[in-house]
């Protein structure tokens, strides 16, 4: 038996705002019933922009039902601006806490919330967790997703991901992933403040222009390169040759990668060394379909 406390308990027997709002402003939907959990959130703004009512429909455990139940609390009365720093954490806060393998349905709570409000935004009806390289294939996780709960809920193993998110709880190959992209993460806290962009002219020891050019990639690469469905991948730091691999959309389209590559050259040169150059590793790329005729 999971431990609950009274406030998961009271949410779960009385869950507050149950259904679906007609007309709704915003609508997100998270989830899905073959992982088991799903989970639709609606809600209606009100004067001045603020959240008058919200409801909640899902498909879960206690957990699940509790930390819906809450959120649509939570919400209500908030600005969309104000709803939109709820974490999941202060979810499960607010619930006194979950057990430890519950916390991914406070996760789904805030995925839902933020797929409201982008739909409310922007209209679309963009699924959140399509965003970024899937990483865990047996739940749908990608890789954004991942950071994020490290990031929110400092978490150091991959048993805690699998907790927050789900990811790594079925075939057990996606594992080696999420522990390297838990190194990262944590890597990066330690390391943030201590390294900044590089003084021209500045001798790097090694050591120093690896991890720069690693850093160069995850904070300025990366993210633009996710926006369209690809990534990037560090393969070797060579003198002054740094060996990366796209994936993703990035090495199925010549046209892509030949721009890509150029944007990569750019800004490492900017931020780690004016004499560094670029070379894609075929090998370990994706099986790319060229469209090169
Ligand atoms: S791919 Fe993540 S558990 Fe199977």
């Known amino acids: 038996m999971w431990e609950y ?22 609508v997100g939907e998270v989830g899905s019933l073959a992982c088991g959990d799903a989970l639709k959130l609606t809600f209606k703004l009100g004067e001045k922009g603020r ?9 879960g455990c206690a957990s699940a039902i509790a930390t819906s139940s809450v ?23 607010y619930l006194g806490g979950l057990p430890e393998q519950k916390m991914h349905c406070s996760v789904m709570g805030r995925e839902a919330l933020e797929a ?53 709880g079925g075939c057990g190959g996606c594992k080696g992933e999420i522990e390297k992209i838990i190194e990262r993460v944590q890597g990066e806290k330690e390391k943030a403040p201590a390294v900044a962009a ?10 120093a222009k690896i991890q720069l ?44 990668e030949f721009t890509i590559k150029d944007v990569v050259e750019t800004k490492l040169r900017e931020f780690v060394s004016p004499d560094l150059y670029v070379e894609e590793d075929k090998e370990s790329a994706d099986q790319p379909h060229h469209h090169r005729g």
């Open 51 to 59: 959240i008058k009512d919200a409801k909640f429909k899902t498909f």
């Open 71 to 93: 959120l649509t609390e939570l919400i209500k009365g908030k600005t969309l601006e104000e709803a939109a720093k709820i974490t999941n954490k202060d979810i499960a806060d």
């Open 198 to 207: 590089p003084k021209k002219g500045r001798k790097l020891t090694n050591i």
């Open 116 to 168: 409201a409000i982008e739909n409310y935004k922007n209209g679309g009806t963009k699924k959140h967790e399509l965003e970024g390289k899937v990483v865990c294939t047996c739940f749908g996780v990608t890789e954004n997703e991942i950071e994020r709960v490290i990031r929110e809920n400092d978490l150091a193993t991959v048993e805690q991901v699998t907790n927050y998110c789900k990811a790594g």
């Open 213 to 256: 050019v690693q850093q160069t990639i995850n904070e300025q690469i990366r993210p633009a390169l996710r926006a369209h469905g690809g990534n990037i991948e560090l393969i070797d730091v060579d003198g002054d040759k740094v060996i990366v691999a796209f994936r993703g959309m990035c090495a199925q389209c010549h046209l892509t």
């Open 5 to 26: 406390t009274d406030k998961v308990r009271d949410h779960f027997f009385n869950p507050r705002n149950v259904g679906e709002i007609d007309n709704a402003d915003g």
